[in-house]
Structures are given as C-alpha cells and as structure tokens.
C-alpha cells in the first residue's frame, strides 16, 4: 500500500478519518438527543439514538480493523 505524506497508508488514514467522525458526532448527537427530549419529541430523539449507535458501531468497526492493520508491512511506518 501506498504511504502519503503522514507515514500512514491511505487505508489507514481512511480508517482513522472515518473513526474520528463518527466519534465525534456521536458526542454531538448526544446533544440532539436531549434537544429532541426536551421538545417532547421522544419519536426524534429515538432516531438520533438509532444514528448515535450506528456511528458507535462504525467507530469499533475500523477500531478493529486499525487493530488488524498496526503493526504490519501494509500499514507504513506510521502503523508499525
């Protein structure tokens, strides 16, 4: 695999990218949700809770591949 300019791969620069957003909206959904309850909208503040765990689970999907990937020749340098 190909490194870029960070010493990772560009797979595991997707990956981490990847994590990074979903972690981070999921800190922000938090917020939504409870805008949600607040308005009395518990049918709103279930989607949001539906996205937050969806983009939990993504954040552990390429966790695990990170995981998978570190420490071998595929990742760069970054990664081992």
């Known amino acids: 695999m190909a490194t870029g300019e960070t010493g990772f791969d560009d797979v595991s620069f997707d990956l981490i990218s990847v994590q990074y957003h979903s972690l981070k909206a999921g800190h922000d959904y938090g917020q939504y949700v409870r ?3 607040n308005a009395g909208r518990d049918d709103i503040a279930s989607f949001f809770e539906q996205v937050m765990a969806e983009d939990a689970d993504r954040a552990r999907r390429c966790h695990a591949f990170l995981k998978e990937l570190s ?6 340098p970054a990664m081992t």
């Open 35 to 37: 805008d949600a309850k």
């Open 71 to 76: 420490g071998s020749a595929e990742a760069g």
